[in-house]
């Protein structure tokens, strides 16, 4: 039987190392490709039993890869099953719709796979129609005549039937000895422990009590170990005691530090608000840069920490282009996101967090975006993203574009104090202030 034959296409080689080897366990065999273009210049010469595909590549992604697969009639017979880190029902309808069997996600399970290879018809089907060993009896051991195989006797040997019924008759008896042997003797140890003292009969001379024998060698550590472990109780609840006022302490020392720091922060943001909180409308444009007739810019601020594109931003985002659709705006809308120069403290072992705003920023253990530079394309770029700007130019046939755009953190709004004479909380305040996902809107 000839192997099956799969293709994997994504620009990440650990992605397409980890599900290669999850199909060649099933003795599939995998080609690769990194990006689209080479998958279709693989496709003129090679046809594959699937394609795997994935959905943010550099260049053409996965969803026009899939659509120009389709539109050829040599491939278009070719299972696609796209797979994403990012989930969206909207991503899976366009999927679905451009011709993909479905979506898989980069976190697969072997299972999920098992079920996709049975979808994409790569697995054999392993029913067997054999029949089967086991056979009905009746309730006296005999197999009814229509269930009985050919050339079997239909009953059990009379003489065999006979010992086995008195062998399990001796077993039942001895186990029933057994269990009411076991609970007489528990009943009767139970009824001696719980046995009242008889009183003494009337008219009888009460006699006298008998001294209490002195605590005997056996009896006497019971009383140290009590003493001991009392001991040990007072001293974990006086240690536990203790840490708790030490906590509490703590507590309320980084809580006054955290509001010193907040108003010094504060106090250095208000220099700078003025550049970081431009209206679309009415947004200068940057030093050095040339100002375009009928474009408008929105500046939206961007803490350390956070991807540019996060939920919050995205639906600042998606608000700003339904007013610019209901105004009937036409053109490009370009998203560039600048990252920020922080004054941090930390190591890359341990990771980089804010400097204290009192620190002098010449003694910052690292001046950069550690965060930013770790991003991944789906994180700068996510699905919501691609499906905001896929919806925006199907509602207005192309009259407005999302574009994304990468900027260098070497464009500045506010400039960055001299790091001798400055405190990190004054760079860091110049940092936000750069940090930033600015939304230029340039009318045709």
Known sequence: MT??????VDDSKS????????LEKYGIEVDTADSAETALEYLKSARPDAIFMDHLMPGIDGLEAVKLIKADPATATIPIMMYTSQE???YVGQARALGAMGVLPKSVRPI???????????LPDRRDFARSVLQPVDENGTMPAEAAPAGEPLAMDPRMRGMIEALLKEQSLELRRFVVASLDSHAQRLVAELRPREPAEPGSAEAPAAPMPPPSAAGAPWGWVAAAVLLVGLVMVGLLYWQSLDTARRVDEARARLEAESAELRGALDRVRAAANVPLASAPPEAGSAAQPGSRRQVLPVPYGEAPLAPARLEALRALVAGLEQDGFSGTVRVETVPGVFCLTGDA?????????GLPANRCDLRGNP?????????RQPVAFANLASSLRGRTEGGIELVLAQGSADRVVVAYPESASATAGEWNAAAQANSRVEVTAQGR
């Open 112 to 122: 999920d796979v098992t079920k996709v290879l049975y979808q994409l018809g790569l």
């Open 3 to 8: 192997a099956k034959r799969a293709l994997v």
């Open 15 to 22: 992605a397409r190392v980890v599900l290669s080897r999850m």
């Open 349 to 357: 072992e341990g990771g980089y967090s804010l400097a204290e705003p």
């Open 88 to 90: 969206g029902e909207l």
């Open 371 to 379: 965060y930013d530079e770790s991003l991944t394309g789906a994180a």
